[in-house]
C-alpha cells in the first residue's frame, strides 16, 4: 500500500513542477473548445440539434482525458532513458504494484486535467443539466483515466526510446479521438465507420460523460460503463503484464 | 555456503554474445571484485544476477533463489548501486531518498535517521530540498551511493561505484562498507576500472574479458599467476593490452540493428 502510494505521489509531484507541461494540456483542448463552437456552433444550432458547446464540452473533457492519460502512461519511456526505472524495477516490489502506483498517479493527473476543462467551459457558458450526478461524473472520468494510462503502460513497456512516439499519436490516439464522437454525433454515420466508432472505448467514455452532464446517451448508461469497466480491466491486465516482461 | 551462484551463464544480443559460459560463485560474507575491460560483460552479467534482464541459459542462485522465477523474492535479498544515472531528476535529493526507503520498506523512524546521517556523509544534506535535475554529475554520483547505502540488504551490487568520486567519498564509501560487511556480514560485489581499489579491498577476484572468465582467486594468486608485481600488471597481461573500444561499439551496433530489426 505504501509502495502504491509513494509511486502515485511521485507523479503528481512531477505533473505540478512542471508547469510548461501543465500549461501545454491546457492550451490544445482550450484551442479545441474554443475554435469548434464558435466555428460549428451556428451550424449545429441549424441542423436542428440544440447547443453545440454542450455537446463539445463532454467530447473535449474526453479529449484532454485521453491524451494526457496515454501520455503519462508512456512516461516510462522517459524513465528508462533517464535511468530511473531500473531503480523501481530492482526493488522488492512486485512489478504489479509498481505499474498500479504509476497508473493511479497518471490517472490522478488526467482526471484532474478533465476537471480544469470542465470549470473553463463553465465560464465559456456550459451548464450541466444537473450536478446531482458530479460525483458519478468523476467515477467515469476515473475509468477512462484508468483506461488509456493503463494502454499508455502498455505502449511505453514495448518500445525502447521515443522515436515511435509519433507514430503512436497519429494512428492510435488521434483515431480514438476523433472517431469516438467527442466532436460530432454518433448517429447517422456510415456503417463502416459506426462500426469502427463501437469499438473504440472512448467513445463510450465521451457517452457516458454526456449523460451524466446533458443527459444524452447514444449507447446508454448501462452498456457505456460495462464496456467501459472491461476495457479497463482488460488493459490494467494487458498494461501490468507487459510492464512485467520489461528488460534492460 | 555460497550466497551467489552462476553456472554456465550465457547472454546473447542477436548473435552477439556477450556472456560467454561462464561459473562463478561468491561466498556469504565475501568482499568480491568483478573486473575486466570495457564491454568484457560485467554490468550485463550484474544485470541478469538482479533481474533486469534473463539469461539466455545457464543457471543463477542468488541467495538460494533463481531471479527468473523468483525475482520477487530475490529483489528482497539486493542492493544496487548503478554504474548509469538512476535517480529522478523531478524530485528533490531528500524524495529521492524518501523514494528509495519506502520501496524498501524501511521502517520510517530508521528511514529518516539513516537518510540525515547518510545525507550528511555524503555532504548533501544542506541541499537536500534542492532538486536533483540542479546538481552536478560528482553531486548525483554521491546521493546515488548514498541511496544505494539506505537500506541494508543481504547483498550489495556496485557497478563502478566510484567513477567519478572524489577521494573523500571514495574512501568514506569503502570504510563503510566495510563496516557493513563486518558488522552485518553483507556481502558486497563491485566492479571497478581501479586495479588499486580492487587489490586493497577486495577478497577475491574474478576477471572477464570479451564474456569469458579468464582468472579467479585473490590478488596474490593472480599477480602470481601472471608472474606480475601489481595487479594493474597483471590484469594486463592477463586481457592484453588492446584498448576494447570495439568491443563495447560492436555490442552497441548489435542492439542496435536488433532493435531495429525487431521494430515493426
Known amino acids: 500500500m505504501k509502495t502504491i502510494y509513494i509511486l502515485w505521489i511521485r507523479q503528481l509531484k512531477r505533473y505540478v513542477r512542471s508547469k510548461s507541461r501543465m500549461i501545454g494540456s491546457i492550451a490544445q483542448p482550450l484551442l479545441f473548445l474554443v475554435s469548434l463552437s464558435f466555428g460549428f456552433g451556428p451550424i449545429f444550432q441549424k441542423a ?16 484532454s482525458i485521453i491524451f494526457s492519460a496515454v501520455f503519462s502512461g508512456m512516461e516510462i519511456i522517459w524513465d528508462r532513458q533517464f535511468g530511473f526505472l531500473k531503480e523501481t524495477l530492482v526493488a522488492p516490489v512486485s512489478r504489479f ?8 498517479g497518471g490517472a490522478t493527473m488526467s482526471v484532474m486535467q478533465g476537471l480544469l476543462v470542465l470549470v473553463i467551459s463553465l465560464f465559456m457558458g456550459f451548464r450541466p443539466t444537473s450536478w446531482l450526478l458530479f460525483p458519478v461524473l468523476l467515477l467515469l472520468m476515473l475509468l477512462v483515466a484508468l483506461l488509456f494510462t493503463a494502454l499508455g503502460t502498455m505502449i511505453a513497456s514495448l518500445l525502447e526510446d521515443m522515436q515511435g512516439f509519433q507514430l503512436i499519436v497519429n494512428f492510435l490516439i488521434m483515431p480514438l479521438f476523433f472517431l469516438s ?48 469497466s472491461i476495457a479497463t480491466l482488460l488493459f490494467l491486465g494487458l498494461g501490468s503484464y507487459f510492464f512485467s516482461k520489461i528488460q534492460i | 555456503m555460497n550466497i551467489i551462484e552462476v553456472k554456465n551463464l550465457v547472454k546473447k544480443f542477436g548473435d552477439f554474445v556477450a556472456v560467454d559460459d561462464i561459473s562463478f560463485d561468491v561466498k556469504r560474507g565475501e568482499i568480491f571484485a568483478f573486473l575486466g575491460p570495457n564491454g568484457a560483460g560485467k554490468s550485463t552479467t550484474i544485470k541478469m544476477l538482479t ?31 548503478f554504474q548509469d544515472p538512476s535517480l529522478d531528476d523531478e524530485l528533490t535529493a531528500w524524495e529521492n531518498m524518501e523514494f528509495h526507503g ?24 544542506d541541499r537536500k530540498n534542492s532538486l536533483v535535475k540542479e546538481f552536478s554529475g560528482g553531486m548525483k554520483r554521491r546521493l546515488e551511493i548514498a541511496r544505494g547505502l539506505l537500506h541494508h540488504p543481504k547483498i550489495i551490487f556496485l557497478d ?32 571497478t576500472h581501479y586495479m588499486e581499489e580492487a587489490e586493497k579491498i577486495a577478497q577475491r577476484i574474478s576477471i572477464i574479458d570479451n564474456g569469458k572468465i579468464i582468472a579467479s582467486g585473490t590478488a596474490d594468486e593472480l599477480k ?21 573500444q570495439e568491443d563495447a561499439g560492436g555490442k552497441d551496433n548489435m542492439r542496435m540493428r536488433h532493435r531495429v530489426w525487431t521494430r515493426k
Open chain 2, 102 to 125: 519506502v520501496l524498501y520498506d524501511v521502517p520510517k523512524k530508521l528511514r529518516r535517521e539513516r537518510i540525515e546521517y547518510l545525507m550528511k556523509f555524503v555532504e548533501l544534506w
Open chain 2, 160 to 191: 563502478e561505484p566510484t567513477l567519478g568520486l572524489d577521494p573523500q567519498t571514495r574512501n568514506h564509501m569503502w570504510n563503510y562498507l566495510k563496516e557493513l560487511n563486518k558488522n552485518e556480514g553483507t556481502t558486497i560485489f563491485f566492479t
Open chain 2, 224 to 244: 602470481t599467476k601472471a608472474n606480475a608485481l601489481s595487479l594493474e600488471d597483471a590484469f594486463l597481461s592477463l586481457t592484453g593490452k588492446s584498448i576494447r
Open chain 2, 51 to 81: 533481474t533486469l534482464l534473463s539469461p539466455t541459459s545457464g543457471s543463477l542462485l542468488l541467495d538460494g533463489n533463481n531471479p527468473v522465477l523468483d525475482s520477487n523474492k530475490v529483489r528482497k535479498s539486493f542492493g544496487i548501486v
Open chain 1, 181 to 228: 464522437g467527442a466532436i460530432f454525433p454518433l448517429q447517422g454515420l456510415p456503417k463502416i465507420l459506426s462500426v469502427i466508432s463501437s469499438l473504440d472505448p472512448l467513445a463510450y467514455g465521451i457517452d457516458a460523460f454526456r449523460g451524466v452532464l446533458i443527459n444524452i446517451s447514444t449507447f446508454g448508461m448501462g452498456t457505456d460503463i460495462i464496456v467501459l
Open chain 1, 97 to 104: 504494484n509498481i505499474m498500479l502506483g504509476r497508473t493511479l
Open chain 1, 48 to 63: 436542428g440539434n440544440g447547443n453545440y458547446l454542450n455537446f463539445l464540452v463532454p467530447g473535449i473533457i474526453g479529449m
